[in-house]
């Protein structure tokens, strides 16, 4: 199992979304991928992506300037 971290800060939608897509493609069953973006549509976006894929959104966390999101790959 590995983990990797996506800084997509300061892109705005579709970007995000579209670029943890392809990062999840790369994954292996186990691994973990940590997002972390500024957009506000990723806390729409990113967890209809995880249901999308399959896969398991594990944690997600927001402050006043960012999300955090971990998802793990299945």
Same mark, same amino acid.
């Given at each position: 199992?590995?983990s990797?971290?996506?800084?997509?800060?300061?892109?705005?939608?579709?970007?995000?979304?579209?670029?943890? &897509?392809?990062a999840l493609? !790369? %994954?292996?069953?186990? *691994?973990r991928?940590?997002?972390?973006? @500024?957009? +506000?549509?990723?806390?729409?976006?990113?967890p209809?992506?995880? &249901?999308?894929?399959?896969? !398991? %959104?594990?944690?997600? *966390?927001?402050?006043?300037t960012?999300? @955090?999101? +971990?998802?793990?790959?299945?």
């Open positions: 199992m590995s990797r971290t996506l800084d997509l800060c300061g892109l705005k939608c579709p970007l995000p979304v579209l670029r943890t &897509r392809k493609a !790369t %994954l292996l069953p186990g *691994d991928l940590v997002v972390v973006s @500024t957009d +506000l549509m990723s806390a729409i976006d990113i209809n992506l995880v &249901r999308e894929t399959g896969d !398991t %959104l594990v944690r997600h *966390d927001t402050s006043e960012r999300q @955090t999101f +971990l998802i793990e790959k299945q």
